[in-house]
């Protein structure tokens, strides 16, 4: 079993490059099934769960073929099967994209319901309440979502009961095919939101209001072709934000959006850091002594959830109490009994952490539960004392392309290690 090992206590110096936003990349690559012309997608993340939905599309007769590791071509004239269903695809979030795509384009699909990191109870239901809102028939047999629309899809007012990603970016990819104009309220705002507008849009598409609490979409006839790319990722900048301030380190990030990362970069400036914005970087230089702060993980422009275990990281080693209130998943605080094997100080009472800072951490041996809890638990690692070991990370491969060799470049000792003789490799040369 692949896992990190680490020896911490090093501040994290240097520039990373950070690639294109994976849960945008995930809704465009679904997209690219809305029409029969080629569509080129630039700044792919090399990642786990984005190369899951490229094989998902094959099996279902679209050509796929990678132009370089970050680009891919994607001919969905092809397609000959509404049924999507492997053991893989089962595993990732996203394959809830299909859904709409699929009954936008074929007026049917059937997909498995959607698995992705057990953070909460992640319901479908918005979707589902706007698939029907759009004249869709949509049932949930054996594990599978199954929808149909003999008639087509029609034009719908649509208010969301709670302000769904997912339920937005898949009534939109339903949506722009559909006839007549279709208006969905309570929207949610997230920078991949807009880009999975953009790109559509690009296509063809009709959508105006994205970024905002309510989308307009006028129903075209046809998508065309396109080459789009994606937008940098907000999270795995804001990984390495984190990064810098837990290690006191110093890191130029480059290739963000930075009023894409404003929620943490006030949190880091709270706390005493020092945060550069340029252009298309920001730089973090971490204090010495960092004060503590309360977050609040909230939709877009809110604080981001997959921020949420970094930051508490982070927060785990300042000079006081900091409270966290996590308002987006119920169950995502399972990260905290990790973290206490490193010596942290951290009380969750439902929704609430309340962390007292400590000086430092210990390496321990952890496992990643979740894509960001392990991400998480590596920046505890780069800042404890010792060796650390992180295990499954299966879960950070999802989302992160080469961490252990972005971090490598800044300094850190770290190692993807296969066999307990690989780890014993690393403790040696490190001494
Ligand atoms: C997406 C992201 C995930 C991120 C989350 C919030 C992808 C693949 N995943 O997940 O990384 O943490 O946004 O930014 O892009 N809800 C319902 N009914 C629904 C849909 C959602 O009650 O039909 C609830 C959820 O339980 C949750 C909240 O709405 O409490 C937000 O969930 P949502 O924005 O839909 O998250 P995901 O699309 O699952």
New binding site residues.
């Given amino acids: 079993m692949e896992q990190f090992i680490m020896k911490g206590g090093t501040p994290l110096h240097g520039e990373v490059v950070i690639g294109g936003a994976k ?1 945008a990349a ?1 809704g465009i690559i679904a997209g690219a099934l809305l029409t029969d012309e080629d569509v080129i997608i630039e700044n792919l993340p090399d990642v786990r769960d984005i190369n899951v939905m490229l094989e998902a599309l094959k099996e279902i007769g679209a050509v796929v073929e990678r132009i370089d590791r970050h680009t891919a071509k994607i001919s969905a004239v092809g397609v000959t099967s509404v049924s999507i269903d492997d053991e893989y695809i089962r595993k990732i ?2 394959s809830y994209y299909f859904i709409g795509a699929l009954l936008g384009k074929h007026h049917m699909a059937d997909v498995p319901l959607p698995g ?1 990191c057990a953070i ?8 589902i309440k706007g698939f029907r809102a759009l004249g869709a028939k949509v049932e949930i047999r054996n594990g599978c979502v199954q929808a149909a629309a003999s008639e087509g899809l029609h034009s719908s007012h649509i208010y969301l009961d ?6 937005t970016i898949n009534i939109m990819l339903a949506a722009v095919l559909a006839e007549g104009r279709t208006i969905i309220e309570n929207v ?1 705002k ?1 920078p ?1 939101i807009v880009d999975v507008a953009n790109f559509l849009n690009s296509m063809g598409a009709n959508i105006k209001g994205a970024g905002t609490d309510t989308i307009r979409i006028r129903g075209v006839r046809r998508l065309h072709g396109t080459t789009y790319a994606v937008i940098p990722d907000q999270i795995e900048a804001g990984t390495f934000m984190c990064a810098a301030a837990a290690t006191r380190g110093d890191i130029l990030i480059k290739n963000v959006i930075p009023k894409h990362l404003e929620s943490i970069t006030a949190k880091l400036l709270e706390m005493g850091n020092t945060v550069y914005e340029y252009d298309e970087a920001v730089r973090v230089v971490g204090a010495p002594v960092q004060h503590p702060t309360d977050v609040k993980t909230l ?1 877009y422009p809110g604080f ?3 921020m949420q275990p970094q930051m508490s990281v982070t927060l785990a080693l300042a000079d006081g109490t900091s409270v966290v209130t996590e308002s ?2 119920e169950n995502r605080f399972k990260y905290v009994d990790e973290l206490a094997r490193m010596g942290s100080n951290i009380k969750v009472e439902g929704n609430v952490s309340v962390i007292d800072g400590v000086k430092r951490f210990m390496g321990a041996s952890v496992n990643a539960l979740d894509l960001r809890a392990g991400a998480a638990l590596v920046i505890a690692g780069l800042a404890a004392d010792g060796i650390t070991t992180v295990r499954d990370i299966v879960y950070i491969q999802r989302g992160y392309e080469h961490f252990e060799q972005k971090l490598q470049a800044l300094g850190a000792q770290i190692e993807l290690v296969d066999s307990e003789r690989e780890a014993q490799k690393f403790r040696l040369k490190i001494g």
Wanted: hydrophobic residues 35%; charged residues 20%; glycine residues 10%.
């Fill in positions: 849960n995930l979030r996203a992705g909460g109870s992640r319901p479908i239901d918005q979707h709670v302000v769904s990603v997912g339920a949610a997230e991949h939709p981001p959830t997959d987006i998943f």
